[in-house]
Each structure stands twice: as structure tokens, then as C-alpha cells.
């Protein structure tokens, strides 16, 4: 009789300890490009679309001063979606980011390196951050603490079989969207902005020739012999970028292969080759690479460049005298370059992204992506995430998320189950909290593209487009 009553006290005691609230975090890394469009579908992962709180990390752990879905370092708190079910709503839900390009976010993720995610605490900041409808009213919070983890997630623009890490064993890929890049020219001022005021398009050849020399005589697009030495410099992304891989992938160049890297010292107002492997918020010659140094000077280990398509952004809104440059930046970063939604943006080889053609400068309605959509337009990436199977095959495990929550795309419950659930596998409308139905809810100002609205394809990053 004793040892019935005890057993049954100790399975009550064990039933009553599994519905105890935990704690899950979810730690997401890579894809610059792709960071605003993670950033939202990750607020409707909770609880009335809204987290709790969010955290913005500062200058000093990947952090800027914009405090929005473009900064690259940030921390989501709160009640998980009632569609988490292997999560559960007694659980809080914490996603931490650090953005810090694709293909380090996927050497980072299959080669289990921790990462300086920001956590929970901070310093209050505000209630809202202007025009980014699924946090509106949501305390935030600037925080400089920070935790070292392994990634759970990395995301990609390109493919990881397109780099030297695959995924395999224990870390899986899954296809997530569409990324659209787009050629875009400085602003400058004086003599650069009369200089790229010729820059209306940017042919196939162009690429070719510039990618190597990292730069392109202007006479390329005036014609004159007089301008054959003045130049225009191609911003470039060090090698872990997924953008410059979908860049020279288009121009059949191999991972790897040489490229020119150019830099624009704001300061000194001219353009530099870069000698000395040391970073800088701006470009600053000597040094080699412009954005932030990263966890233990992990960006700089992937050679001269820009860090981030943000870091380009900067640099082409410049207004320096010399500034004469253009770049392959994503849809996303485009935006923000000169003086109106997509003011710089220029053909490629005489075609648009979008169905508007030039009248995408300036838009404010919806952006209609059928020149991707129907194979007319090359410049577009297939965005991929690689992520962790099971955290309990780690060397350390480092996690609070298990296998089952983690899941995959085909796992309904799950947090992959839900954020990347496609209706072309699953079928029906888009999932809430889905990359796919925050692409869909934001159709007016999007800056990606739904794998169920593609009616071409390529087999590999870079490749022929066919029709499906």
C-alpha cells in the first residue's frame, strides 16, 4: 500500500513538473539580405501576432541605431502562437538573431560555432517603431548583453551546395522563398552624381568584366573616350555573402574565384584597395572590411568587403564627390538607397524586377514580381534555411529547444512546422506565423517572393531558368 502511494505521488510530482512553463529559445543566424523578412514573420509566431518585448542589439554585437526589422542583432520574448503546439502556449518563447551573412550563417549552424546572440535585457527604448504594423505597441528595448550559443537556424540566399558546407547528418536544408537582388547606383553628388546619372541599366557583360577588376570605366555607358578613366566601382560583399554568390554564380564564376574589392573611404572621399585585414563602421583605408567585426573577428575571416547589403546601403547613400559606384544588392536594401523606395534602382540587361519597370522608384503599392515570376528576370536567389535535427547529437548541447520542437517544414506543431510552412507542400491558404504568409500579407511593400507563385525555376544557384 506504501509503495502504491508513493508511486503515485512521484507520477504525480512528474506530471505536475512536465506542465511547469519553460523556456524555448530558437537562435537564428545568416542571411543579411533576408533579415527584415524573418524579423516580422517571427512577431506573429506569438500570441496575437505581438511578442512581449523586443530587444535590439547595439553597434557593439551587430546592432545599429535604426532599432527596426532591419537591424541585424535582436531578441523576440513572449507567448508562443497557439499553432506551436510542440512548443506550447505554457512556454515562453524566446527567438534571439544575429544576421551576419549567408554563408558564414551556414558554416556557423553545420559546423556547431557559437555565436554573441543578444538576450532579454535591456534599456527601454519605446512603444512602437514607425511602420512595422506586427509590432506596433510592443515595448522596446536596447540591450548590449549577450549570450554565446550555437545557431539553430541559419538562413541562406543561395544554396549550401553552392559553398564549401554542406548540410548533411545531423543539420538538414529546407527552401524558404524567393529572394529578389536588384543593380542599384550611389547617390553621390557633384561630379559622381552627374557620373552615374548615365547608369540607367546594367548589362550581363558589365557584371563579367566587373566582378573581377571590381570596377568598370564609365565610358561602359557614355560612349566617351573621355570618361574611359573614370571610374565605377562595384560594391562587393566579403565571401560568406549569399548576395555576392548568387552575383557571380549569374556570371559563372565559381565560389571562391577572384573578385575586385573596391572600398569608399567617406572620409577622405576616395575609392581604395584595401591592404589591411581590420574593420570599420564605414569603409576606412587601409582597412578591409566594412560592418562589424563579429564574434571573436569572425567576419573578418572571410577576406576584404563590405559585411552586410546594409553596409552597401550606407555607402551608396554617400553623397562624397568620388562616389561613383553601383552594386547587386537584395530588394529588401534597395529600398533605402536615395531619395525615395527604390530611387536608385536600374534595369538589368534592359529588364526590371518588377512589371512597373521604372516606375518602381518611388512605389508605394504593391510591388507585382512577374518579370522573376515568369523567368524574364535573372537576378534572384532561392532563399534556404539550413537548421539543427536533433540538438541532443551536439558535441555541447547548448540548446533549450528539443528535436520534436524544432521539427521541419513537413511537422505540423512545430517551429519549423509553422515558420516555414509552404502550401506548396502542405496546401491550403498560407500558415499564420509562415514566411510565407507574412510574403503574402505584406504584398504591398514586399521584398520577397512566395515559392508557390513561381512559375520558372533554375536547378542551382545562378543557373538556366526554365519554365516548371
Known sequence: MKTKTLLSLVLGLASATSLMATTVDVYITGSTAFRANVFTACARLYSGSTPSAIYFGTSAIGGDANNNSSTASWCMTGTPVTGLTNIGTANTLIIHALFNGSIQGIKTVVQSQQLTFPVASGT?????????TPVAGVPLYATSSTVNKTPTIGFSDSS???????????????????????????????????????????????????????????????????????WVYLCQRTLDSGTRRCETAGNYYQYGDPVGIYLYDKTNNVWYVPTVLANSSFASAPNGVAGPAGLANANLGWGYGYVGGGDIKNSLNLTGTSNQAIAYLSFNDAKGVGASNWANVVSFNGIWPTAAGAGVHG??????????????????????????VDPTQLTVNDQTITKTQIGSQTTP???????????????????????????????ASATAIRLSDMQSKRGNVGGIIAPF
Not at 527601454?124 to 512595422?132: P, T
Not at 503599392?365 to 537548421?387: M, Q, R
Open 124 to 132: 527601454f527604448l519605446s512603444n512602437s517603431i514607425a511602420g512595422q
Open 160 to 230: 549550401a551546395d553552392a559553398c564549401p558546407f554542406p548540410a548533411t547528418g545531423n543539420y538538414a536544408e529546407e527552401e524558404v522563398a524567393i529572394a529578389p537582388f536588384v543593380m542599384t547606383k550611389s547617390v553621390g553628388s557633384g561630379n559622381a552624381a552627374l557620373a552615374v546619372s548615365n547608369i540607367n541599366n546594367v548589362s550581363w557583360e558589365q557584371l563579367e568584366y566587373g566582378i573581377p577588376a571590381g570596377r568598370i570605366p564609365l565610358s561602359a555607358w557614355t560612349y566617351k573616350s573621355a570618361d574611359t578613366n573614370s
Open 363 to 388: 512605389n508605394t503599392g504593391t510591388n507585382d514580381f512577374s518579370p522573376i515570376t515568369s523567368g524574364y528576370y535573372p537576378c534572384w536567389g532561392k532563399e534556404v534555411l539550413v537548421h539543427l
Open 413 to 443: 506543431g512545430s517551429f519549423l512546422g509553422v515558420f516555414n510552412a509552404q502550401t506548396l507542400i502542405n496546401g491550403g491558404s498560407p500558415l499564420v506565423g509562415s514566411i510565407e504568409n507574412e510574403i503574402e500579407l505584406s504584398k
